[in-house]
Nanobody, 124 residues
């Protein structure tokens, strides 16, 4: 059974940085495109970044371009999200999941389950 465990969230001031990690188990994750999603209070869960399994090509939604960087370590079955220049509007619970190609802001997680996520809170 697929298990996804997100970590690295916390409380940070605007302009600060955090690095999120997603440890994956229960499958061969090196062959999946992977993504980070977030759910802000009162909103749906939306894709913010994704990365291909073939060549590690990244995709970002416009609101995080130039501030977030997604990466993966297939040997460790782990996906990362380096977040910098954080803004209060980045406050959300962040999740990882597999993502189908082609990527878009409307992409949804393709595993049949989600991890618990990690809370990111950005204060003014």
């Amino acid at each position: 059974q697929v298990q996804l465990v997100e970590s690295g969230g916390g409380l940070v001031q605007a302009g600060g940085a955090l690095r999120l990690s997603c440890a994956c188990s229960g499958g061969t994750f090196s062959v999946y495109h992977m993504g980070w999603f977030r759910r802000a209070p009162g909103k749906g869960r939306d894709l913010v970044a994704a990365i291909t399994w073939t060549d590690g090509k990244p995709y970002y939604v416009d609101s995080v371009k130039g501030r977030f960087a997604i990466s993966r370590d297939n040997d460790k079955d782990t996906v990362y999200l380096q977040m910098s220049s954080l803004r209060p509007e980045d406050t959300a619970v962040y999740y990882c999941n597999a993502v189908l190609w082609p990527f878009s802001a409307a992409s949804r997680g393709s595993f049949g389950c989600w991890g618990r996520g990690t809370q990111v809170t950005v204060s003014t």
